[in-house]
């Protein structure tokens, strides 16, 4: 993994709370919103979730996923997810808030991590509107993007 790439990653994720995490079910491709663990970005994105949640059987079955941030920037993220049991892991990622939204505790052994290992990110920069614009019209004309320089692309595994 590029520390440089690693870097910009970390900078465009690091205010924004709430990720929509893709897995992929029996019916298709399922999004839904997950809130980010507040830790530095080394590679690997963490998530709480329960194991008797559909996001569970899924990553179980496929261990492809995709992250997206919407902020001020846009970012997605390509990468395997794992499901991490480690009880010292979860005590360090936990607060006082999960116990309200989750009514649970971090040692409840239905409460597991999901880890994201980041594999490539995708992201636009919001500040110039001219290149955004021509951006969306482009791809939902199914025109050719990369003209309008408006994203770019960073390969985070080797």
Do not use: C
């Not at 919103?33 to 080394?42: G, I, L, S």
């Not at 690997?44 to 001020?72: C, M, P, R």
């Not at 594999?119 to 050719?144: C, D, H, V």
Request: no cysteine.
């Amino acid at each position: 993994m590029k520390q440089e790439e690693i870097q910009t990653l970390r900078e465009l994720i690091k205010d924004i709370d709430t990720a929509m995490l893709t897995t992929l079910s029996e019916e298709g491709l399922v999004s839904r919103p997950m809130k980010t663990q507040e830790v530095e970005f080394d590679g690997d994105l963490w998530f709480f979730t329960k194991k008797e949640t559909n996001k569970y059987e899924e990553i179980s079955h496929d261990q492809d996923v995709n992250v997206a941030y919407a902020g001020k920037s846009y970012v997605s993220v390509r990468g395997r997810a794992e499901v991490v049991e480690d009880i010292n892991k979860k005590k360090e990622l936990w607060s006082k808030a999960y116990e309200k939204i989750m009514q649970t505790s971090y040692d409840d052994p239905n409460l597991v991590l999901i880890k994201v290992k980041a594999e490539a990110a995708e992201y636009w920069e919001t500040g110039n509107l001219t290149k955004k614009i021509a951006f969306f019209y482009k791809r939902m004309t199914g025109q050719s993007s990369k003209s309008t320089d408006v994203n770019e692309t960073i390969e985070l595994k080797k």
